[in-house]
Every structure is written in structure tokens, then in C-alpha cells.
């Protein structure tokens, strides 16, 4: 096959892996008593969560280096999502940037999109969700 036709595959294939994940559409809504009973088979799915903010942690802002570069970002906050089946602990993603969105506070109400993290498939089960999008706050107090 002729160089040309190796890189026209190629190209082709990259647009249309872009194409179908621009219209993937939005992460399923799923309860944290689904997540909680599928255990490890929820490893790295994106999914889209909702209830209620406890326990908020917020961390200080990442420490910078020079030229604007961070030393190290973490997480910018934890907190438990409350959605009336079960409780799952949060952590939103921290940036070298500004907060791309406000973070909500305790009792607010959000929906958000994240990444579950089954930490061990040791009983108990332990999971983390980690923030893939700005946090939308649905009730602000």
C-alpha cells in the first residue's frame, strides 16, 4: 500500500473515532445503590451521578513552579454524594488554572459526571468517583 493511502486509513480513522465520540451523548444517570451492586465491573466508567453534597473538603490551591507550571495538583476537593440509595465518596479533579467552576457546598444538590475508581475488590468495597466536568450545582443554599 502506497504511503498516501497508509496515512488517508489513518486520518479516516481518527475523524471518525472523533465523530463517534462527539455525539456519544451524555454519561447514563446511575444510582449509587447500581454502582455499589456491579462493583469492579463499574471500573473506569464515565457516568453521570446526582444528590447531595456532604462533608466537603476543599484543598488548598496547587503549589506553582515557575512560568505558571504547578508542582503538583491533587484534587482540588472530596465529598460524600448522598443520592438516597447510597453514599460515594467525590474528588474533584484540581488544575494548574483558575476553578473552572464554583465548588458546591454541604447540602447543596449537583449532578456530575465521573469516572468510578473501584479502589480494592476486597469486601468491603471501596470506590471513589473523580470528576471528569465542571460540577453543576441544581439547588444552591
Known amino acids: 500500500m502506497p504511503d498516501w493511502a497508509k496515512h488517508a486509513t489513518i486520518g479516516t ?3 471518525l473515532t472523533c465523530w463517534t465520540l462527539s455525539y456519544a451523548g451524555a454519561p447514563e444517570q446511575v444510582s449509587i445503590q ?7 465491573s463499574m471500573q473506569r466508567r464515565q457516568v453521570t451521578l446526582q444528590g447531595v453534597v456532604n462533608d466537603l473538603q ?3 490551591s496547587p503549589s506553582r513552579r515557575g512560568y505558571g ?3 503538583f495538583t491533587y484534587g482540588q476537593a472530596t465529598f460524600s ?6 453514599i460515594l465518596p467525590v474528588e474533584v479533579i ?4 483558575p476553578s473552572p467552576s464554583p465548588l458546591p457546598k454541604n447540602g447543596d444538590e449537583v449532578r456530575l459526571t465521573a469516572i ?4 480494592n475488590t476486597d469486601l468491603p468495597l ?4 473523580q470528576t471528569t466536568s465542571p460540577i453543576t450545582i441544581l439547588d444552591p443554599k
Do not use: F
Open 13 to 15: 480513522a481518527i475523524i
Open 34 to 40: 447500581k454502582i455499589v451492586a456491579e462493583g469492579s
Open 58 to 60: 476543599a484543598m488548598p
Open 69 to 71: 507550571n504547578c508542582l
Open 81 to 86: 454524594l448522598d443520592d438516597g440509595t447510597g
Open 94 to 97: 484540581g488544575s494548574c488554572g
Open 116 to 119: 468510578i475508581q473501584v479502589l
Open 126 to 129: 471501596r470506590l471513589l468517583a
